[in-house]
């Protein structure tokens, strides 16, 4: 069984700072995805970042970038220029790789509160 | 976009009636899933469906079953609310394939009193 272990559970930035999330995670797969999703207030979830364990390259998304360290089993989120609108609760994710049509399921931390101060 | 929408935004009932909760995308997904989320639990799987009328157990299926007759649909149901399942319900959905990405409904959140 996967686990996945966000020790934080708030933090708080300045706007326009950098804020870095942790998530360590526990699994004995060698292929899976790592996501990190991020909730709004009274919002929908949405994704924000996905990493393919094979791939050494960290990905990065406009302002977000993770920090994918497989040996360790960490997954690190960056925010860059912190924004008033990136205040929400975060959350990392684990799945499996399965072959397509499979039970893809993911398992998620219990999500991290940051707050953006103006 | 990928439209995932639930019935409900809100919803009070009394224990030991029956509630169903109803999700519905828009993207052909083959897959659904039902969530639960607690403060300082996160998101806990209770059900998920991998095809029509398939379903598969998650981590905290107790005293709650579900129902998937069409693709699009996906019903979470409380055969009969207790106040322990208060909480808020999120529907998520996703393609069976290697993209795996799932998209969420906006949540319901239940109270029962």
């Known amino acids: 069984a996967q686990t996945v272990t966000q020790s934080q559970p708030e933090m708080s930035v300045q706007e326009a700072e950098t804020v870095t999330l942790s998530c360590t995670y526990d699994?004995?797969?060698?292929?899976?995805?790592l996501f990190w999703y991020k909730q709004p207030p009274s919002r929908q979830m949405i994704l924000v970042i996905r990493q393919e364990a094979y791939k050494q390259q960290n990905a990065t998304e406009n302002r977000f970038s993770v920090n994918f360290q497989k040996a360790a089993k960490s997954f690190s989120l960056k925010i860059s220029d912190s924004q008033l609108g990136d205040t929400a609760m975060y959350f990392c994710a684990f799945m499996k790789h399965d072959l397509p049509g499979a039970n893809s399921k993911l398992t998620f931390g219990k999500g991290i509160t940051l707050s953006v101060r103006p | 976009d990928v439209k995932v929408t639930q019935s409900s935004r809100y919803l009070v009932k009394r224990t030991g009636e029956k509630v169903f909760l109803e999700c519905v995308q828009d993207?052909?997904?083959?897959?659904m899933f039902w969530y639960r989320q607690d403060p300082g639990l996160g998101l806990r799987l209770i059900y998920f469906?991998?095809?029509?009328?398939?379903?598969e157990k998650g981590d905290i299926p107790e005293g709650y079953s579900v129902s998937r007759e069409k693709k699009e649909r996906f019903s979470l149901i409380l055969e009969s609310a207790s106040t322990n399942q208060t909480s808020m319900y999120l529907c998520?959905?996703?393609?069976?394939?290697?993209?795996?990405?799932?998209?969420f409904g906006p949540g319901t959140r239940l109270t029962v009193t």
């Open positions: 469906s991998y095809d029509v009328k398939m379903k």
């Open positions: 699994t004995s797969e060698n292929n899976y995805y």
């Open positions: 998520a959905s996703s393609l069976g394939s290697s993209r795996h990405e799932q998209y």
């Open positions: 993207m052909d997904h083959e897959n």
